[in-house]
């Protein structure tokens, strides 16, 4: 029986900087994959929620966010609006319910999610979401969580730092995920901002040498059933 993963993503481009070149090197093992991204990105950027006003910049997004995930296989991607940088103005049971949702459809065994301490207000809720969701009762499929590193958000909540204890070798797929990223040309920021081309090679330069490896990805491990 094929195993299969779930992203739960914030944001679209959160599952390329999280986790991407870890899952492409699992969907090339035989793993099947999918995406759930909760929010609608942009609409922060201005003063007011105006969604209507944002109506091409979120259809080039949604474009976007099909294209990146196709590069590496995913096998389906969903996409909820939850308001952009807002999450705190929803009821976590909403978010909690569209997870479990989706959830109960794939049946993953394996779910890459945020990291409970990042800077990002939405990024928090998606992990309080996601533990909400998976809660470990009698069937439950989901037997391994792990919390991904975001660049521009994980690393700027100081003090509150990263300490990963799970590394996956991305020497082969990190090309992948840059490509993908490459795609999200709405999202991507010059270097030497942190959300950069150049950004994300360093970052797993970094996970990768810190374990004897030229690439890797580092996770934090939520739970682990096994």
Known sequence: MTKKILIVAAHPDD???GCFGT?????KEGYEAYTLILGEGKTSRDEKREVSSK?????TLNQEIIKANSKIGIKKVFTYNFPDNRFDSVDLLDIVKIISKIKEEIQPEIVFTHYNNDLNIDHQITYQAVITATRPMKGESVKEIYSFEILSSTEWNYPLGFSPDTFFNINDTVDL????MQIYQSELCKYPHPRSLEGIKI???????SVGVEY???????RIIR
């Open 15 to 17: 599952e390329v900087l």
């Open 23 to 27: 899952v492409a090197k699992l969907i």
């Open 55 to 59: 109506k091409t910049e979120l259809e």
């Open 177 to 180: 995920k840059v490509e993908a």
């Open 203 to 209: 970052l797993a330069n970094l996970r990768g040498i």
């Open 216 to 222: 890797a990805e580092a996770f934090k491990s939520v």
